[in-house]
């Protein structure tokens, strides 16, 4: 590619994503209210979780392991108070 149409290519190609990612947050705000409230929770626990198993996986010296740890225990408080909200009788 010539260095004069770089700039072009680069502004169209981050637009297309921001348009993109317009697009995606808009069917995902309409779709989150349709959805049954077992998989809107499962769905809300997908960043805590990746985070935790990122975490376990690269956890090599101390601060890498004090990191594991207070995920987990985010996690498991996060677990613990949905059990008490979500389900009038806890999670079956």
Not at 60 to 86: E, I
Request: a positive charge.
């Amino acid at each position: 590619m010539e260095r004069e149409d770089r700039q072009a290519f680069y502004f169209w190609l981050a637009n297309l994503t921001i348009l993109l990612s317009l697009v995606g947050c808009a069917i995902g705000w309409f779709l989150a209210g349709r959805l049954p409230r077992p998989l809107d929770i499962a769905l809300l626990m997908l960043t805590p979780i990746s985070f935790l198993l990122s975490t376990e996986k690269t956890a090599k010296g101390l601060d890498g392991k004090l990191a594991f740890g207070s995920a987990s225990h985010c996690c498991r408080s996060c677990m613990q108070s949905l059990r008490c909200s979500a389900w009038p009788n806890g999670i079956s």
